[in-house]
Nanobody
């Protein structure tokens, strides 16, 4: 089993930055791709960014492209999401997810393991 723990959420003003972290433990050898998703109240969970742990390739939702950066530190079993130029519409609970298939997927149903989520609120 894989355990994922997110951290780094909080309240930030529009235009500000936050960095989220996702630490993995347990059967980490089974993880080949990870993603960040977000869910605003009353809305469905949506893909934000994904990364392959083998070659480091990344993929972003159009809504965050150019503002967010996903990265990994394999030695620390941690994936990061650097969020810049934040907007009020970025407000949501952000979830980290992992899958064993070595392909980034934007469909949340394709991920095996999930963290508990961390709240990000962008407001003045």
């Amino acid at each position: 089993q894989v355990q994922l723990v997110e951290s780094g959420g909080g309240l930030v003003q529009p235009g500000g930055s936050l960095r989220l972290s996702c630490a993995a433990s347990g059967s980490i050898f089974s993880i080949n791709a990870m993603g960040w998703f977000r869910q605003a109240p009353g809305k469905e969970r949506r893909f934000v960014a994904g990364i392959s742990l083998s070659d480091g390739s990344t993929y972003y939702a159009d809504s965050v492209k150019g503002r967010f950066i996903i990265s990994r530190d394999n030695a620390k079993n941690t994936v990061y999401l650097q969020m810049n130029s934040l907007k009020p519409e970025d407000t949501a609970v952000y979830y980290c997810a992992a899958r064993s298939t070595p392909l980034i997927a934007s469909n949340w149903h394709l991920y095996n393991s999930w963290g508990q989520g961390t709240q990000v609120t962008v407001s003045s």
